[in-house]
């Protein structure tokens, strides 16, 4: 299965209630606060995976009443500030509002239309349509790794084009505008991470007299590269000597192990799993049973509905802010091509849940309501 990114996560939200039904925009909205939450992405990466999918104007349009509340046709710079940092709005708005806030605040705060936002926007795209159609390499997430250093190097030349051994993030953003439909969308997803990162490249080496800023130069791809290597080769490192441990966990149960918990953490695996998936297990006791997996280190599992059906499910536990005992618990479903469905979500203090609020602040089910909508007669259910 193709492993998607946060960013794939929270654009095929996107599109889900881009493309729902009216009767069905209320539990895309759910569904979308709710995984925009958990990624815990800033607003700006979100708005940039919408922005590469032609999502953002409509979701504008879609979420205009809470964005231009003048209803004048134009997102304004105070506008947006206040939706962004109003309590009332909901994880979806305040990420919309920061986000064009910022577009507004760079083109020297001249408000945006919502006419000038869907202008430049082409025809929506499933972030994950399938996994034959999925290029996780064409999503930029301004992120370096070694395809991007590759790229670099291979093409430096073309990049410096005033010739002067430097590359800086103009001219690669000049060199993506220049050659528009005639790269490919990965290698354009890389050449946007070698922008978003030229200003860290051309620290690596000592080439320049005081402050580094001429743009990276082949020592600095250099430099990279090596560091790069080093950190692959300690990773590679730590992971064969966890196969080796996880390799003689797997033999009988020892003296040894008793003694240390590591079978009664298993035996614990074991029932929570059961408990989860249990016909007469409560939702709270399915609440209970996640944060138990989630705390033994155990995210993700396959098991059976009530129909006899393999499930694979996603689990998180995560503070509602730094510093809190209280904590968001939430389980998805993820389906054959990447995309969760919220099925269980709470607020836990403690051992005890409580029900989440939508952005009206009104109490929300446990189970998700697309879920229940979808799998009436899941275990799932309340």
Do not use: C, W
């Given at each position: 299965?193709?492993?998607?990114?946060?960013?794939?996560?929270?654009?095929?939200a996107a599109y889900e209630l881009a493309t729902s039904p009216r009767d069905g925009l209320a539990g895309a909205r759910d569904e979308l606060n709710q995984i925009w939450s958990?990624?815990?992405?800033?607003?700006?990466?979100?708005?940039?995976?919408?922005?590469?999918?032609?999502?953002?104007?409509?979701?504008?349009?879609?979420?205009?009443?809470?964005?231009?509340?003048?209803?004048?046709?134009?997102?304004?710079y105070n506008?947006?500030?206040s939706a962004a940092t109003s309590d009332d709005s909901d994880t979806l708005t305040k990420t919309l509002a920061e986000h064009l806030s910022s577009e507004v605040a760079i083109r020297g705060y001249a408000d945006l239309?919502?006419?000038e936002l869907?202008?430049?926007?082409?025809?929506m795209t499933d972030p994950i349509p399938g996994e034959m159609d999925f290029s996780p390499e064409a999503i930029s997430d301004g992120q370096l790794d070694s395809g991007e250093l590759a790229y670099?190097?291979?093409?430096?030349?073309v990049l410096d084009r005033d010739d002067n051994d430097h590359v800086t993030d103009s001219e690669i953003d000049e060199h993506l505008s220049n050659n528009a439909g005639f790269i490919s969308d990965a290698d354009a997803a890389k050449l946007r991470d070698l922008s978003a990162q030229a200003g860290t490249l051309e620290g690596g080496h000592d080439d320049e007299w005081g402050i580094e800023n001429d743009g990276f130069t082949r020592a600095d791809l250099e430099v990279a590269a090596t560091e790069m290597a080093?950190?692959?080769?300690?990773?590679?490192?730590?992971?064969?000597?966890?196969?080796?441990r996880e390799g003689t966990e797997e033999d009988a149960v020892t003296a040894d192990e008793i003694l240390s918990g590591v079978a009664s953490e298993e035996e614990a695996t074991n029932d929570a799993l059961a408990t989860l998936s249990g016909?007469?297990?409560?939702?709270?006791?399915?609440?209970?049973?996640?944060?138990t997996l989630v705390e033994g280190g155990k995210t993700t599992a396959t098991i059976r509905d009530a129909d006899g059906s393999e499930l694979t499910i996603r689990m998180e536990v995560q503070p509602i802010s730094e510093g809190s005992d209280r904590s968001y618990v939430q389980m998805f479903a993820v389906d054959e091509n990447g995309r969760e469905t919220v099925v269980l979500r709470a607020l836990s203090d403690g051992d005890s849940f409580a029900q989440q609020r939508d952005a009206n602040g009104n109490l929300v089910s446990y189970v998700g309501s697309r879920w229940q909508e979808r799998h009436p007669d899941s275990v799932f259910g309340e």
């Open positions: 299965m193709v492993e998607f990114t946060a960013k794939d996560r929270a654009a095929d958990s990624g815990n992405l800033p607003a700006q990466d979100i708005g940039r995976a919408l922005e590469d999918n032609n999502l953002l104007a409509p979701l504008a349009l879609y979420d205009s009443a809470h964005l231009d509340t003048d209803s004048n046709g134009a997102f304004s506008e947006l500030l239309t919502i006419s869907s202008s430049r926007s082409g025809t670099a190097d291979r093409n430096f030349d080093a950190e692959m080769n300690e990773e590679a490192e730590e992971e064969e000597e966890e196969e080796e016909a007469d297990s409560s939702v709270e006791e399915q609440l209970a049973a996640i944060k």
